[in-house]
Nanobody, 118 residues
């Protein structure tokens, strides 16, 4: 049974930082591309960042480039999202997900709330 469990969300002031974690179990983590997404109230869920199975390749949404960093520790089966210079518009529920071999995301965590106050 696959489980993805996010943690690290919270309330932070604009300009602050948070680090999200996503612990995986029940899948071959070291062979899985992982992604972070976010969903703000009343909006669609949007892509934030992606990291390849080895960690050698990353991709980011334009809105977070230069501020967010995705990384992973395959020994710990955990993917991270370091978020710096946070803005109120970064307020959302953040989800991690596993990307399957055909390019869609098939397993999702329950999400963690990030709230950035102005």
């Amino acid at each position: 049974q696959v489980q993805l469990v996010e943690s690290g969300g919270g309330l932070v002031q604009a300009g602050g930082s948070l680090r999200l974690s996503c612990a995986a179990s029940g899948l071959t983590f070291s062979r899985s591309t992982m992604g972070w997404f976010r969903q703000a109230p009343g909006k669609e869920r949007d892509f934030v960042a992606r990291i390849s199975s080895s960690g050698s390749s990353t991709d980011y949404a334009e809105s977070v480039k230069g501020r967010f960093t995705i990384s992973r520790d395959n020994a710990k089966k955990t993917v991270y999202l370091q978020m710096n210079s946070l803005k109120p518009e970064d307020t959302a529920v953040y989800y991690c997900a596993r990307r399957n071999t055909v390019g869609s995301y098939d397993y999702w965590g329950q999400g963690t709330q990030v709230t950035v106050s102005s």
